[in-house]
């Protein structure tokens, strides 16, 4: 008879916390956004502290805006008996599928403060055409 090991059920749950340790790595790296709308436009506004507009690339596409950029930092600290330094590297890509009525053409994109701005405006309402009908008499 083979006896079980107590510690074989132990095994699975010590992998689970790395189970999908990429898709969180993506969610991490992934910067934090916002949409709303107005009567004129679409705006997605996303946060990106420390990403340099040169790293950043808005592109529309088939009615899809996509942002990618990398992320870049280094902070470091020294003190007369201590040293401390941070780093963080990436890649980021986020995507937007734009509604029906929002002119991709015309997008624009401001960065300032760590913050991207995109707008989107929107296609004016169409007017029904009018024909005008002449009255006859009689």
Known sequence: MVEKSHTAGLWPSLYEPFRNFGERVADWLAPASDASSDDKAYRITMELPGVEEKDIDVTVNSGVVSVKGEKSS?????????????????????????????????????????????????????????????????
């Not at 008996?81 to 401001?110: C, I």
């Not at 169409?126 to 002449?134: A, I, L, R, Y």
């Open 74 to 138: 280094e902070k470091e600290e020294k003190g007369e008996t201590w040293y401390f330094s941070e780093r963080q590297y990436g890649s980021f890509s986020r995507s937007f599928r734009l509604p029906e009525d929002a002119v991709g053409e015309k997008v624009e994109a401001h960065l300032k403060d760590g913050v991207l701005t995109i707008t989107v405006p929107k296609k004016a309402p169409e007017e029904p055409p009018s024909t005008k009908v002449k009255i006859k008499r009689g």
